[in-house]
T-cell receptor
Framework: AQSVSQHNHHVILSEAASLELGCNYS??????LFWYVQYPGQHLQLLLKYFSGDPLVKGIKGFEAEFIKSKFSFNLRKPSVQWSDTAEYFCAVTPNSGYSTLTFGKGTMLLVSP | DSGVTQTPKHLITATGQRVTLRCSPR?????VYWYQQSLDQGLQFLIQYYNGEERAKGNILERFSAQQFPDLHSELNLSSLELGDSALYFC??????????????FGEGSRLTVL
């Protein structure tokens, strides 16, 4: 079965700082990868996704993620964070075969101070 | 608004009791997924239904059960509740049988507190 590891449980940044959140997955086959975000008091929503092709994917609100197959990684980045990016971020993976379900990491809580 | 509706939003009950959480998926979505979110375990997949049939099972306890009705809404039944069942329970829906080619649309969750 697949698994996802997110390196940091909590990250605190000042506005305009650059962000990188680590995500590694464990699965022997081809995968689809996702980043979800949960703003305070809101539901989880999709930030970006990777299925195939260009390993650098761009999502909403200036976020991007890079899939590095050799490292089983899918790190999330943003060049300059804003206070409104304060949220919990979840990396998720699903095998690209069969009727699979999403497996989530434990999440990273990002706090951006103004 | 994701289009997925969960009720109740908050629920406080005692150990040994039974509760039912309800989920209405987005219009047209045939798959419903249940997840449990707790501080120590993160988001754990419980169970998935597709058009009324169970499709996948995750870390769901035997005390828990779910079903999806002909109108596609789903219910998660939690019985003989224990303190450790306190968590946020999310429902998600998608139009597909599996999650591999699409995203899941999440409800706002039902927060269960067991005292």
């Amino acid at each position: 079965a697949q698994s996802v590891s997110q390196h940091n449980h909590h990250v605190i940044l000042s506005e305009a700082a650059s962000l990188e959140l680590g995500c590694n997955y464990s699965y022997g086959g081809t995968v689809n990868l996702f980043w979800y975000v949960q703003y305070p008091g809101q539901h989880l929503q999709l930030l970006l996704k990777y299925f195939s092709g260009d390993p650098l994917v761009k999502g909403i609100k200036g976020f991007e993620a890079e899939f590095i197959k050799s490292k089983f990684s899918f790190n999330l980045r943003k060049p300059s964070v804003q206070w409104s990016d304060t949220a919990e971020y979840f990396c998720a993976v699903t095998p690209n075969s069969g009727y699979s379900t999403l497996t989530f990491g434990k999440g990273t809580m990002l706090l951006v101070s103004p | 608004d994701s289009g997925v509706t969960q009720t109740p939003k908050h629920l406080i009950t005692a150990t040994g009791q039974r509760v039912t959480l309800r989920c209405s998926p987005r219009s047209g979505d045939l798959s419903v997924y249940w997840y449990q979110q707790s501080l120590d375990q993160g988001l754990q997949f419980l169970i998935q239904y597709y058009n009324g049939e169970e499709r996948a099972k995750g870390n769901i306890l035997e005390r828990f059960s779910a079903q999806q009705f002909p109108d596609l809404h789903s219910e998660l039944n939690l019985s003989s509740l224990e303190l450790g069942d306190s968590a946020l329970y999310f429902c998600a829906s998608s139009p597909l049988q599996g999650a591999r080619t699409g995203e899941l649309f999440f409800g706002e969750g039902s927060r269960l507190t067991v005292l």
